[in-house]
Every structure is written in C-alpha cells, then in structure tokens.
C-alpha cells in the first residue's frame, strides 16, 4: 500500500504541474516547493530546531501559541513553520515570529528523507489534519517525536473504515494525538492508539491572546463612528449575497465590513456591484477620505480580521454555504452573536456554539434576518446571547498549557 500511496503522491506532483499553466494557487505551490530544499540547506545547518507544520493559514494560527510558549521557555530553539497551501505560506513568509519558513516537499520517499536529513528535528508537530504517510514513516524510524496538535477525528474518516487499516497501523507510530474532544479520543482508541490527551483547540488561546492586545484602529474608528456594525469575515460569495439581502432592513442603525476571503480585484468588484446603492469604500482606498461618509467598507489586505472584529456588535464568518466554515473563534471571543451558513459539521466549535444559541446556523437571508430583528427588538436576548459567546472560549482556553506540559517532559 505504500508503494501505491507514493506512486499517487507522484501523480498528484504532476496534477500540480500542469494545473500551474492554469491556476495562479497551484503556481505558487508548484514554484515555492522548488525553493523549499535552497531555503532549508541555508537557514537549518547548527541549529536546534523543533518543526511546526500546517496545511494552511489557519492551522498555523492553532500552532502559533505553543512556537510562543515553547520560545519563551526554551529560547535556545529555531523554529521551522512548513506549509502545504499557498494560503498560508504567501501570508506568512516573513514573518518575524517564524525563524524559518517554506512549502512542505511533496511526500515521496526521497524527499522526506532529504528534508529530514538537512532538518534532524528535536521534535515534529503536525496541526489537526495533516496526515502524510511517508513522512509518518520516516520520522518514526529516525525516533523524532511527533506529535499532533488539536487533532479532530470523524467516524467517516478513512483510518476507521476496513480499508483504511494500513494507514491507521501508521497513525500507531505517532508520539502522541492532542485531540480536541472525547469523541476524536474514542475513536483513535478503537485503532489501538492509546497515547492520547484531549487537550482541546489551542485555537482559544490563540484568539484570547488577540483579544487582550486591545489594539485601536484609526480608521475603524472613523468608519463605525456611533454606528452599529456587521463584520463579515472570510466572507465567499454566498456570504456576501445573504447579507445584500438584508442590508437594507439595517443599514439605518448598522454600517457593514466586509473581509473577504478573496482579495482580487474581481471579488472586490463583485462586493461593490452587490452594494452599488450604498456608499462603498476599500480599505486601500481610504486615505484622503472621509470614513465617516461611507456605510459599507471592503477590507481588500490580508491581516487585519481578527484585530477588526474587536468593533463589530454582530459577526457573520464565511464559508459555510460553499468550502467550509472559517474561524469562528476570532469573533466569539470578543462576545458577540455569530452567524454562518449551513455545512459546519465539521467544525467543533461551531457545533458548541449552536448548541449553546451563541451562534446560528442559517440557510437564508431570511433566517439571518429574523434573528437580527429578535436582536434589535429584545436587548436582554442579544446580551444573553453576547455573554454566551465570550464564556465559551474562555471555559476552553488553557489547550497550550496542556500540550507543553507533556511535550516539555519528554524531549526537552
């Protein structure tokens, strides 16, 4: 089964080649990958480093507060990030709080032993999903530690079902699952993985950390003045039509943010023409302008979302209508109402929020603006609904904690 995993890895890195003549994401992955291997021989050579990887943007987030724990604790380490998408790569490229970053090499044989060879880890941590057998296997035989950080596992997974038995005997090779909940240790125990901690996300120590930075913006301030304001944030299409629908109900007490997950110039102008009867400004255009003027403001940078939710009295996190759901989190614990669309099954956080009425699920515009009106006609219900949102991250932070406090033990 290895062999045919490694032989689809290498059909998968010519599906990335020929998708790069096409699809400036996959150009990117496919021109970063070549410079991984350059980056690594000239960065790692006589250091100690402990190697963080995630898929994308926001599973960094989930590792980024144990890089800043272990930091504190054990200044003498380097800290390699690696990344599958583009997403999060492009964004964090040069980042201060990363020692030394790139694309991870594609998971063949040959590659993993390279990238081990020039790397040699004190220790690997994987975030959540990031499960690449070669490298599994590799790291396993050369007796790195390696660990998996706020893990969350489905019975639908692979690793559960007969036929997914092989890689589930790989799994068994790990140091240790960080998992987020009971269910996700359950079902690793019914494969014989015992070394597990239910540590919970170390998402909520991310985003509280944010949160106590009580940073002001400037312009945000001018934009919201005395206003009400609705932030959408990853927002897709779909997210965006919903509140087009809404707006006008609102816009007397309420301005509105966007964040887009995409930032190009054809999104951006899609945002615009959905609110061409609005007074519409971006956030690249502002200088010069008078904020206050402007009732819908389009957030077309990267970086600012979860510093921006801090002005918002209700958010709306995208993605849940087409990809899949954001972060939620980083408005929740500023404690306020969230609202996303109808595919979060997948998202355990969501799934609380829900259960607990601070968050709410919808299908429609007109399910988003029957609860908005519930908001504005009874504030004891929106408060109630505010205090439910900032309880729930802080009755969960502490994931960090957890995980060093083991990891320290043993390879430290």
């Known amino acids: 089964m290895r062999f045919l995993y490694t032989v689809f890895i290498h059909l998968y890195n010519f599906g990335i080649a020929v998708a790069a003549l096409f699809n400036e994401k996959a150009k990117l992955l496919y021109q970063g990958r070549k410079q991984s291997f350059r980056i690594l021989q000239e960065q790692c050579a006589d250091k100690k480093i402990v190697w963080l990887h995630a898929a994308s943007l926001g599973e960094y987030e989930q590792g980024k507060p144990l890089i800043q724990k272990l930091r504190t604790l054990h200044p003498e380490l380097t800290f390699l990030v690696t990344f599958f998408s583009p997403s999060g790569y492009e964004v964090k490229k040069n980042d201060k709080d990363i020692d030394i970053v790139c694309y991870l090499p594609s998971d063949t044989p040959r590659n993993v032993r390279k990238f081990l060879k020039i790397v040699q880890p ?130 007397t007490d309420y301005k509105l943010v966007f964040a887009p997950h995409l930032i190009d110039k054809e999104h951006v102008n899609g945002i615009k023409s959905l609110f061409s009867n609005e007074k519409v400004i971006c956030y690249t255009e502002k200088e010069g302008a008078n904020l206050a003027d402007f009732n819908v403001l389009i957030i077309d940078t990267i970086g600012l979302l979860s510093k921006i939710y801090r002005y918002a009295d209700v958010a709306m996190v995208g993605g849940a209508f087409v990809t899949g759901l954001h972060n939620t989190l980083e408005a929740a614990v500023f404690g306020i109402p969230v609202f996303f669309g109808p595919h979060y099954s997948k998202f355990n956080e969501a799934i609380e929020l829900v259960n607990r009425k601070g968050g709410f699920s919808i299908q429609n515009a007109d399910e988003m603006r029957l609860i908005m009106k519930r908001f504005e006609n009874a504030p004891e219900y929106y408060r109630e609904t505010c205090r439910i949102c900032a309880d729930f991250v802080k009755e969960n932070l502490g994931a960090c904690d957890k995980i060093v406090e083991k990891v320290s033990k043993s390879i430290f």
């Open 122 to 251: 004190k220790a690997a941590f994987f975030v959540k999903y990031e499960y690449w057998y070669n490298y599994i296997h590799q790291i396993s035989n050369l007796q790195i530690p390696l660990y998996y950080l706020s893990a969350i596992f489905r019975p639908s997974q692979y690793f559960f079902k007969s036929y997914g038995q092989w890689f589930a005997r790989q799994l068994q090779r790990c140091t240790h699952f960080f998992v987020q909940n009971e269910t996700s240790a359950k079902l690793l125990q019914s494969i014989g993985i015992e070394q597990v901690t239910i540590a919970g996300d170390t998402r909520f120590d991310r985003v509280f950390a944010i949160a106590q930075q009580n940073i002001t913006l400037d312009f945000m301030d001018e934009f919201k003045g005395d206003s009400k304001l609705l932030i959408v944030g990853s927002s897709w299409q779909p997210d965006e039509q919903v509140v087009a629908r809404i707006f006008s109900d609102f816009k």
